[in-house]
Each structure stands twice: as structure tokens, then as C-alpha cells.
């Protein structure tokens, strides 16, 4: 049987088409308004912004994918800003710092995998529970108040807090992060192994796959991403604050569902969880030149996710008929396998 050449023109149109022209729509509408909205200063100034929520966004796609959810990340961005500070101010060099941050983020996302797994609850209950605890634990090493006193000077808060070509380093991470972890989800027997779990949990665990280390290390790796965040939102804001980061993990999730990664698991996007953080962010600044009452805001920015979302899923629905059709074995290539597809455990073992 001869293999159906694909047309070049469905290689125009990938899942995050729709995020990314809702993204392009939103701006040059805000642009138009006002010019001022296009400066390079300001759509700087925005990216950077993203990092924080984007590099969550980027590590919340895995837990997703295997219908999972990750509700500690804003307590664990503010232990991680808080644990660097009260360390710095210590005596730490800010150097030694930042891999006492990632591993403590990565060891708590872990456990919170392993009390999921083991103690079969759901990981919504475990770790909201761990958000709660982790706020706590930042407000009482903090002592409920802002670390201040950190060596402006020294070259961790020029490097990561500083620009790099012009650009935010803050960004330049968020880019490579969001390139590594596409790499990871596509490309790897771990991400194969995400989105296999996710599609048929029952089905994979039957087959033989390790469900329950594949959860503990995607819910570990969301806590890394979060500890990345605090890295860098220390070196930029200079200050240990508890109280930052509430809501992040909810906007987290809110990225992730425009960006194309569905509550029900089996597949997803991380370039689209980082696009549909950056729709959330841009909203949240043109509000601010549109003049929007802030009694508006928030009714203004869940109206952006509806409508981001719906115009997303009827692109999403176009191209599977009409002008832009999509194989059942090209959705499959790029999105993971279907609901009742048996994972070939040889290769994922």
C-alpha cells in the first residue's frame, strides 16, 4: 500500500495556530488604540512579566497531560524567592543559593507525587493542602515580612535580573525552558510515557508501564519549573516577599487549557502553555492603556480565556475537515495517542 504524501499546507497549521493568532489579534487591536502598547520598551516590559506564571505554565502541561493538577505552585514560588533570601542573608553566596531552590522545589513536587501515588488522593486535594503549607512555611521563615538586604551587587542579580542583548535574561530562560521541555514532551520516552498515562491510565498500568514513578517525576518536574520562577523573580524583585504568587497556579492552568493541554489528559502543548500565559499577561497590560475600571479586570481577563479557548477549539475542529484536514495518524504523531490506545511497552518501558 503506497504512504499518502502529506500536503505541504497542513505543515502551516500545528495546534498553537489558534493561540498565536488570538496573541497577534490582541496586540496589533491594542496597538491600534494606542500606539504607544507597540514600543519595544513596553512589549519587554510584558514579556518579562510572563516569566514567572510561563515557566509554571510550561511545567503544569505535564501533570495535565496525565490528568494530573499542580495547585502548590504559587506557595512553592513564594518558599523558593523566601528559602534564597533568609539563605543570602545567612551568609550563602547567591550562587550556592540557587541549586538549594531547585532541589528543595523538586523535592517537595516530588513528594507531592509520592503522597498522591501511595496514598491514592487526589493530587487536586494533596496539593492544594501542600500550597496552604508552603505559604506558611514562607510566612513564618520570613517572619510575615519582606527579606530585604540582598548584595545588589553581586552578579546573580545583574545576570539573571538584568538584560541580555537587550532582552531580559528572564526571557532567554523562559524561551530555552519552553524549547527543553517541547523536546521532553515529544521527543522522549518520558513524555511518551506522560501522554500514554494520561490517555488510558487503566490501559498503561495493565501494560505494564511505571504510572506511578511517570507521575512522580511529572509532578516533580512541575515543582522544579515553579523553584526555576523563584530563582528568578529573587533576582529580579532583590527582595524574599511571602506573600507573592497568589493565584499563579490558577493562571498556570488557565495557560495551559488556552494553550491546547485539556483537563482530560493525553496530550498537550508547552510552546502553547507558554503563548496562552503570554495572552493572559498582554490582557492584564492593555487593560492598563485602555483605561479599564480595576473593577473590571478580572471580568475582562476571564472573558479574554472564553473567548481565546472557543476560538481556539472551532480552529482546532476546522482543520480536521474543510480547508485544512488532519490525518487520524498525523493527530496521533503530534498530539499522543488516543483514549484506547495500549502503549507499546517495549518502547516505553
Not at 41 to 64: D, I, K
Not at 169 to 184: G, P
Not at 335 to 346: L, M, Q
Amino acid at each position: 500500500m503506497s504512504q499518502t504524501t502529506t500536503p505541504w499546507y497542513r505543515h502551516l497549521v500545528r495546534d498553537e495556530l489558534g493561540v498565536v493568532l488570538v496573541l497577534a489579534v490582541l496586540v496589533l487591536v491594542v496597538g491600534f488604540a494606542h500606539p504607544d502598547f507597540l514600543r519595544p520598551v513596553n512589549l519587554l516590559s510584558t514579556a518579562q512579566s510572563s516569566v514567572y506564571v510561563g515557566l509554571m505554565a510550561c511545567g503544569m502541561v505535564f501533570p495535565l497531560a496525565m490528568r494530573e493538577v499542580d495547585l502548590s505552585l504559587g506557595g512553592q514560588y513564594a518558599l523558593g524567592i523566601v528559602l534564597g533570601a533568609v539563605l543570602i542573608r545567612d551568609g550563602w553566596s547567591p550562587w550556592l543559593a540557587l541549586p538549594a531552590i531547585l532541589l528543595a522545589a523538586t523535592v517537595l513536587g516530588g513528594l507531592n507525587g509520592v503522597i498522591t501515588t501511595y496514598l491514592r488522593l487526589p493530587s487536586f486535594i494533596v496539593t492544594l493542602a501542600a500550597a496552604l503549607l508552603f505559604r506558611g512555611a514562607a510566612l513564618a521563615l520570613a517572619d510575615g515580612k519582606q527579606i530585604s538586604g540582598m548584595p545588589l551587587d553581586h552578579a546573580f542579580f545583574s545576570v539573571l535580573g538584568g538584560e541580555l542583548a537587550g532582552v531580559p535574561a528572564s526571557v532567554w530562560v523562559l524561551l530555552a525552558a519552553t524549547i527543553v521541555l517541547t523536546v521532553v514532551f515529544t521527543r522522549t520516552r518520558f513524555g511518551a510515557r506522560v501522554r500514554a498515562v494520561g490517555s488510558n491510565p487503566d490501559a498503561a498500568e495493565f501494560s505494564g508501564l511505571p504510572v506511578a514513578r511517570t507521575r512522580i517525576a511529572a509532578l516533580a518536574l512541575s515543582g522544579f519549573m515553579g523553584g526555576v520562577a523563584a530563582v528568578l523573580g529573587l533576582a529580579f524583585f532583590t527582595a524574599g516577599d511571602p506573600t507573592v504568587g497568589n493565584g499563579y497556579e490558577l493562571t498556570a492552568i488557565a495557560a495551559c487549557i488556552i494553550g491546547g493541554t485539556p483537563l482530560a489528559g493525553g496530550r498537550g502543548s508547552v510552546p502553547g502553555a507558554m503563548l496562552g500565559n503570554l495572552i493572559l499577561t498582554t490582557v492584564a497590560a492593555s487593560l492598563v492603556f485602555l483605561q479599564v475600571p480595576i473593577n473590571w479586570t478580572t471580568f475582562a481577563t476571564g472573558a479574554v480565556i472564553l473567548v481565546a479557548v472557543a476560538f481556539d477549539s472551532v480552529l482546532r475542529r476546522t482543520r480536521g475537515r474543510g480547508l485544512f484536514p488532519r490525518s487520524r495518524r498525523s493527530h496521533e504523531t503530534h498530539s499522543g495517542p488516543g483514549p484506547d490506545h495500549v502503549p507499546d511497552t517495549e518502547r516505553l518501558r
